[in-house]
């Protein structure tokens, strides 16, 4: 049975930093596309970033391009997003996914095949 769970969401002040974590149980996060996607109030569910499990391909949704960075730790199974220069509107519950049979299709919520229970992230200006 497969479990993601985020943790590390919070509160912070615009300009600063977090970082959330995804520990994956019941697969293996360097044999699938691990992707963080986010929710704001009153809006749909948006791509973020996506680590594509074989050759280690990273992806970012324009908005978020030099601000966050997606990586992995093979050895703990968790996967994690680093967030500076967090903006009032980053605010959302961030949710870890999984993609076990990659396709070109990373940026879409259906292609994925499991999710985690999400993290409240709130940045005040």
């Known amino acids: 049975q497969v479990h993601l769970v985020e943790s590390g969401g919070g509160s912070v002040q615009a300009g600063g930093s977090l970082r959330l974590s995804c520990a994956a149980s019941g697969l293996t996060i360097s044999s699938v596309t691990m992707a963080w996607f986010r929710q704001g109030p009153g809006k749909q569910r948006e791509f973020v970033a996506a680590?594509?499990?074989?050759?280690?391909?990273?992806y970012y949704t324009d908005s978020v391009k030099g601000r966050f960075t997606i990586s992995r730790d093979n050895a703990k199974n968790t996967v994690y997003v680093q967030m500076n220069s967090l903006k009032p509107e980053d605010t959302a519950v961030y949710y870890c996914?999984?993609?076990?049979?990659?396709?070109?299709?990373?940026?879409?919520?259906?292609?994925?095949?499991?999710w985690g229970q999400g993290t409240q992230v709130t940045v005040s200006s």
């Open positions: 680590f594509r499990g074989s050759g280690g391909i990273t």
């Open positions: 996914a999984a993609e076990v049979h990659s396709t070109i299709w990373y940026n879409l919520p259906g292609r994925y095949d499991y």
